[in-house]
Structure formats: structure tokens, C-alpha cells
């Protein structure tokens, strides 16, 4: 089957998105489909040829025997990066009636908070997601926001008196720490 028609909106803009990963029959795939999780995905980079995060989804889903279109329905959106355009593809999933939103960086993490409030949104690659004001805590994040956050700069203290207590006496600690790799869009 040849994929979908891209809407017409979304090919003005130049966003290049896989509308709907294989399910068959346009119909039978979104918010109508009864009885499937429905998963959001928001990239605010990448594109559905050359997107290895979105392939390990798919492929980490499938080890977990949820396959597209048989057990689950599961809809990507690109912004091709362009920030500017995650919030309309956020309530764009929102609308769909997803499950679940699935974000990668601050930006797309941000769209979907803004878009939401009940939606559960999961984030990938963020660092600092108290810091970015996505959560409440480390302790109690609050909210609909779960997900991986790297907390290098506040739990950094923490690692190394850990360290400190499984390492024999006088054993020696270096770090390597490289500001600029952290995320400059703070949202």
C-alpha cells in the first residue's frame, strides 16, 4: 500500500512526518480505533527516513509484542526543525486522543505540557526536567510528565559521595564535565 497523502498544511509548511506508521486503512487508525493504545510521538527534529530514535521505539514496542496496526497505533509528528511549529503538532496529537505523548528535548516537551494537562507525557534526552519547570521535584515530580531526565549538575555532589563510600581509602576520582554538551533551549 502506497503511504498516506501528507495533509495539506503540513506539506506547505515543509514538515515531513510519517502520518501513520502502517496501520492499513487511514480509518481504522486514529482516535476511532477502539480498544488499541494509541501512542503520540513529537519530534522536534529528524525525519521518518533517517530517525533512529523513532526506530528503537518501534523496535523496543515490537520486543514488548506491540506490533503497528495489530496492537497498537502509533503516530509521529515531525517539526522539521522548526520549534515554532511543536505546538500545533502537540494539539494535533492531543486531538487525536493518544494514550500517551512520547517527547524528545525540551521544545517538544514543552509543546506537549502546553498542550495538555492530562495527556501522560513521557520525555526522552532532556537534562535538567526541574530545571526546564517540567516537573515539581525529583522527588515528587507532579503532574503528567514522567520520563529520563539526566540531573548531571544537581545529583553530580550526590555521585561522588556515593563514590566515596564504596571506593577503598585513598582511591583517586577524576571527571570529565563539558558544559556546552548540555541543552541550550531552555524552554
Known sequence: ???PEPR??????????DNRWRCGDLATCGA????????GVLRPFGS?????AVAG?????????????RNIVLDVRYSGNRPELLPALAAELVALKVNVIVTYGPAGTK???????????????????????FISSLGRPGGNITGVSFQSGDLATKWFEILKEVLPPGA????LWMLAARSTSRA
Not at 506539506?11 to 512526518?17: N, V
Not at 521518518?48 to 533512529?52: A, G, I, M, T, Y
Not at 583517586?172 to 571527571?175: D, L, S, V
Open 1 to 3: 500500500m502506497p503511504p
Open 8 to 17: 495539506s498544511g503540513h506539506e506547505a509548511a515543509g514538515i515531513s512526518w
Open 32 to 39: 476511532g480505533q477502539s480498544g488499541l493504545p494509541h501512542v
Open 48 to 52: 521518518p527516513q533517517s530517525d533512529e
Open 57 to 69: 521505539l518501534r523496535a523496543g514496542l515490537h520486543d514488548l509484542g506491540y506490533d503497528q496496526g
Open 111 to 133: 509543546a506537549a505540557k502546553e498542550a495538555t494537562g492530562t495527556i501522560p507525557i513521557v520525555m526522552g534526552r532532556m537534562d535538567d526536567a526541574d530545571a526546564h519547570g
Open 172 to 175: 583517586r576520582i577524576a571527571a
